[in-house]
């Protein structure tokens, strides 16, 4: 039986051409690196860098009765966005653990725009139509977009010189509809870098217009292409969950330190019952950034270990381009989670050194 396909992005032989060093990201061909994950990575840091970020999916919810699905399938209050404004939220089964982590965007009082993970896309698809009791249609989106990242202290500045849309008008966390390098798009200032950016959202067929023109705009900023590599480890710094690493149908948003999207008086959403148990009882475990202070790696799956007893495990790990450490985050028991704590990272059988720190790692100066 031969290996079922990969599926790609409008710009994937643009990648190739760029000389990307290819991956398979979750049944995806996407890039991992160009001129290498810390050449990217403080590119974006310092300057700006553009993502293919086209493999997310999108799904709509439209209808009467759009906002109240949407507030019942997540669990942050879409009663409290304005029409241009998106927020972050969870998408959870009934017992309480993430079906995703997504991004809800108010286009019109009966139309929601949602981000959500490119792996999880059918998955969450699925799920919101069956539980979806009200005058409302959700709709698989995703073959309608493509979705570049813009990402950085000049991103504004470049993307800027291909909108008349007034960016500096759009704060953190808002969007606009307008026209990028002549053609239609949506302009999201949402990032998941740390840094300051832009999502935008156009069709397939202009992405490598858009890309092109954006690589130009850049130039006189050092614009570089950015692949994954890169995207994981200034998420990493920034303290941003991943799907699948810090957060998964096991995990519930305070477990893993987002009990801020939760928000229970807004009224009934799927898993409220089972988070309200939750917090009644207390957590047993929390999300924990560290620091290794032996030398070594922690990968995620590494076992963590509290005077020499099994005490949790990492979610996510890697060396840190802006610390110059190698950084990580990592379950432990609610009690030991706290900055400061000695553990051990299992790192190929030898127990090294490392102890909790604050996070996120890296916050950016506005």
């Not at 130039?219 to 941003?240: D, V």
């Not at 799907?243 to 807004?266: M, N, Q, R, T």
Request: proline residues 4%; hydrophobic residues 45%.
């Amino acid at each position: 039986m031969s290996p079922t396909a990969l599926r790609a992005t409008p710009l994937n032989s643009l990648h190739r051409a760029l000389g990307a060093k290819m991956v398979d990201f979750g049944g995806w061909d996407m890039p991992v690196q160009y001129s290498g994950v810390i050449d990217e990575h403080r590119t974006v840091r310092n300057a700006v860098g553009i993502f293919d970020v086209s493999h997310m999916g999108e799904i709509e919810i439209r209808g009467p009765e759009a906002a109240q699905l949407a507030n019942f399938a997540t669990t942050n209050d879409v009663g409290k966005l304005k029409i241009g404004q998106a927020h972050y939220s969870g998408l959870l089964y009934d017992h309480g653990g993430f079906v995703d982590d997504i991004l809800v965007h108010k286009v019109a009082a009966d139309h929601f725009f949602l981000c959500v993970n490119a792996a999880n896309q059918e998955k969450d698809f699925e799920r919101m139509r069956s539980i979806n009791r009200f005058q409302a249609q959700v709709e698989f989106a995703s073959e309608r977009y493509a979705q570049l990242a813009v990402q950085g202290p000049k991103a504004r500045a470049v993307v800027q010189k291909l909108t008349a849309v007034d960016l500096a008008a759009i704060k953190y966390y808002w969007f606009a509809d307008g026209a990028v390098c002549g053609v239609p798009a949506r302009i999201a200032h949402t990032g998941y870098t740390g840094e300051d950016g832009f999502e935008l959202y156009v069709a397939p067929s202009q992405a490598e217009r858009v890309w092109a023109e954006a690589m130009a705009a850049g130039a006189e900023f050092g614009i570089k292409p950015c692949g994954l590599g890169a995207r994981n480890t200034l998420r990493l710094e920034s303290a941003m969950a991943l799907y699948g690493h810090e957060i998964d149908a096991s995990i519930s948003p305070l477990e893993a330190g987002l009990a801020w999207i939760v928000k229970f008086d807004k009224g009934d959403f799927a898993g409220r019952a089972a988070l309200l148990r939750q917090k009644e009882a207390g957590v047993k475990r929390k999300l924990a950034g560290f620091e290794m202070r032996g030398r070594g790696i922690a990968r995620e799956g590494y076992e963590i270990r509290i005077d020499g007893s099994p005490a949790g495990w990492v979610a996510s790990g890697s060396p840190s381009p802006t610390l110059n450490k190698n950084i990580g985050l990592c379950y432990l028991p609610v009690e030991r989670a706290q900055p400061g704590q000695a553990i051990q990272v299992i790192v190929r059988g030898q127990p090294v050194d490392a102890v909790t720190v604050e996070i996120p790692f890296y916050k950016r100066a506005k």
